[in-house]
């Protein structure tokens, strides 16, 4: 089963607003990464942030990561047109010593120009 | 450098064809991993390696065959095509297996289509 989910599936907004995206996960991790997908297209990454971490920046999106809730959230502040994307969340984990990563299904993002 | 290069970017297959989707990379890494993308599903991972002669299942091995015999390629072959394989299929590289590091590097997906 996947291990992470994202909140909410679908998420519109007028440009200029900032943009909230959510991911729980189930089990234990060491990296938990975000990455983008313009239609059509492969996925892009954005950010890792490490499970002794707990916030991290990159021009205008913020991650923040509670290992205590197994949650993590991927702040887009002053949107533009251009963000209008999927968003998915990846988590790794331990299978006999190798990692998988799995993808939550995924946050679709409109921004309103 | 290319990145991660997948081939055929579109197929068509009949039921109970067999085919093989290509992947290579050309950055020296150690991990690669094939994902197929279904409408509300997310990615879901079918294999992975964490170097030549290393493979492993992920969450939906079923139907497919994986082999890394070179650094650089990974193939993922349909043995049999049924209708429920169709999907987009993306291959992803990253120079380490995930514990330090594990950026992945995507392809720009494989369409498949199974009548």
């Known amino acids: 089963s996947q291990q992470g989910e994202e909140d909410p599936q679908a998420l519109s907004i007028q440009e200029g607003e900032n943009a909230t995206m959510n991911c729980s996960y189930k089990?234990?991790?060491?990296?938990l990464q975000w990455y983008r997908q313009n239609s059509g297209r492969g996925l892009v990454h954005l950010i890792l942030?490490?499970?002794?971490?707990r916030e991290k920046h990159s021009g205008r999106l913020r991650v923040t990561l509670d290992t205590s809730k197994k949650s993590s959230s991927l702040l887009i502040t002053a949107s533009r047109a251009a963000d209008t994307a999927s968003y998915f969340c990846a988590t790794d984990g331990q299978s006999g010593g190798y990692q998988k990563v799995t993808f939550g299904i995924g946050t679709k993002l409109q921004v309103i120009p | 450098n290319a990145g991660v290069t997948q081939t055929p970017k579109f197929q068509v297959l009949k039921t109970g064809q067999s085919m093989t989707l290509q992947c290579a990379q050309d950055m020296n890494h150690e991990y690669m991993s094939w994902y197929r993308q279904d409408p509300g599903m997310g990615l879901r991972l079918i294999h992975y390696s964490v170097g030549a002669g290393i493979t492993d299942q992920g969450e939906v091995p079923n139907g497919y065959n994986v082999s890394r015999s070179t650094t650089e390629d990974f193939p993922l072959r349909l043995l049999s095509a049924a209708p429920s394989q169709t999907s987009v299929y993306f291959c992803?590289?990253?120079?380490?297996?995930?514990?330090?590091?594990?950026?992945?590097?995507f392809g720009e997906g494989s369409r498949l289509t199974v009548l």
């Open positions: 942030i490490r499970s002794n971490e």
């Open positions: 089990t234990s991790i060491n990296n």
């Open positions: 992803a590289s990253s120079y380490s297996s995930g514990g330090h590091g594990g950026e992945l590097f």
